[in-house]
C-alpha cells in the first residue's frame, strides 16, 4: 500500500524553525520527484518546493520561501525534508507532500502529484 506521512508541524513563534519530514512507504522513492504543498483555510492548494527523483540534484521553490526553506532527501531512508527557518505568521496552513515525476526547475503543480500524504499542520504566530 503506498503511504507518504508527514510528520514535524507543530507552534512555533514568528522567526522560529521547523523541519517536516515525509516517509513513504509501499513503493520505491528513487524513482519519484518530491514536493511539499500547503494549503491555507480558504486559499488553493500552492507549490512550496520541488526536488527531482534519485540525487535530487533538481530543486525549486515558491518566490515566498526561497531563502528561508530547504528541500532535501534520503533515499536510504525513504524520506524527503522540508527545514523551515524564519518562519512568519503567513506560513501557516497544513503542509502536504506529495510524489510525482518530475522538478523540472518550477514550483510544482499539485495536478503533477500522484500519491499524497495526509498534512501536518503548521501554525506560526506573530
Known amino acids: 500500500q503506498v503511504q507518504l506521512v508527514e510528520s514535524g508541524g507543530g507552534l512555533v513563534q514568528s522567526g522560529g524553525s521547523l523541519r517536516l519530514s515525509c516517509v513513504a512507504s509501499?513503493?520505491?522513492?528513487?524513482?519519484?520527484?518530491m514536493g511539499w504543498f500547503r494549503q491555507a483555510p480558504g486559499k488553493e492548494r500552492e507549490g512550496v518546493s520541488c526536488?527531482?527523483?534519485?540525487?535530487?540534484?533538481?530543486?525549486a521553490y515558491a518566490d515566498a520561501v526561497k531563502g528561508r526553506f530547504t528541500i532535501s532527501r534520503d533515499n536510504a531512508k525513504n524520506t524527503v525534508y522540508l527545514q523551515m527557518n524564519s518562519l512568519k505568521p503567513e506560513d501557516t496552513s497544513v503542509y502536504y507532500c506529495?510524489?510525482?515525476?518530475?522538478?523540472?526547475?518550477?514550483?510544482?503543480?499539485?495536478?503533477?502529484?500522484?500519491?499524497w500524504g495526509q498534512g501536518t499542520q503548521v501554525t506560526v504566530s506573530s
Open positions: 506529495a510524489a510525482g515525476p518530475w522538478c523540472l526547475g518550477y514550483v510544482p503543480r499539485a495536478y503533477e502529484y500522484e500519491y
Open positions: 509501499g513503493f520505491n522513492l528513487d524513482y519519484y520527484a
Open positions: 526536488i527531482s527523483s534519485s540525487a535530487g540534484s533538481r530543486t
